[in-house]
């Protein structure tokens, strides 16, 4: 196997698995020792020899992958003493939005999501919500199921940003219970803050941690005002975006109603 092919694979093999990976140029002044790795966790293709470059890389993959930055470009010097250039490009699986509810806000952020280019799942337990007359284009996958069995038909991931906007607080609840402690980048749910307060509360009751709730966004959706099922839907993607896009931020709101 070629080295090239032997990249592309560990680069595959990542988006498959919906993990983070890191292509990495190191440039030097003399052409024939310019080389291309890709770091995937703990992992370098192939492995980095230099300890010192080793170290300045595996800090500019962390930091890069901390800030959400999609590509650094820093100054480094190598075990012999030459200066060389290291190119940083994060590689990121394309995101997964998971939407629990098919009624019109659902819809909204549905249809929306797929514009943005994010792959789509909408999940519900009415055949004639959950349907292409309501969800059309190849970009939407539709579940008709029970929300409470809906989380062993789903594959979730780092990459999976979750929406839930049924129609009750008990189903709220139902879906909740299932995403809370997964690895999902993003979950927000709808509902006021009363409503929210409400379901959070039965959680705790039934043993969830604290600290897994406060990771949820709810009232879900940045403050513009939003009161449409369209306005709502955006409110909700502007904010998978921020929230992704800019992880380490001080949005300056309440991220729940704990």
């Known amino acids: 196997m070629s080295s090239t092919n032997q990249l592309l694979e560990v680069v595959e093999s990542a988006a498959t698995r919906a993990q983070l990976v890191a292509v990495v140029r190191v440039l030097h002044d003399r052409a024939e020792k310019n080389a291309t790795i890709v770091i995937r966790g703990d992992e370098s293709v192939p492995a980095i020899s230099d300890s010192k470059l080793s170290a300045v890389i595996n800090s500019s993959v962390e930091a890069a992958m901390t ?8 100054e480094a010097v190598d075990e012999e003493g030459s200066r060389v250039r290291v190119a940083v490009e994060i590689v990121r699986p394309k995101l997964e939005l998971v939407v629990f509810g098919a009624g019109h806000v659902g819809q909204a952020v549905a249809l929306m999501g797929a514009m943005l280019g994010y792959e ?3 999940i519900d337990d009415r055949e004639e919500f959950a349907s292409r007359k309501r969800l059309p284009g190849s970009g939407i996958k539709l579940l008709v199921s029970d929300f409470n069995d809906a989380i062993s038909k789903l594959k979730l991931s780092r990459s999976t940003a979750i929406v839930i906007v049924t129609r009750g607080h008990q ?3 139902l879906c909740l219970k299932q995403v809370v402690t997964t690895d999902a980048a993003y979950i927000g749910m709808i509902g006021s803050r009363r ?8 959680l705790i009751e039934d043993g969830f941690r604290e600290n897994d709730l406060k ?3 709810a009232p879900v959706g940045l403050r513009i005002g939003a009161k449409t099922p369209q306005e709502i839907a955006i409110s909700i993607l502007a904010e998978i975006i921020d929230h992704l896009n800019n992880p380490d931020r001080n949005h300056g709101r309440e991220r729940n109603a704990i």
């Open 67 to 74: 800030k959400g930055s999609a590509a650094e470009l820093i």
């Open 120 to 122: 789509v799942t909408v």
């Open 171 to 173: 189903y709220d609840e």
């Open 195 to 202: 409503r929210v307060l409400s379901v959070f509360k039965k």
């Open 215 to 217: 990771r949820v966004h």
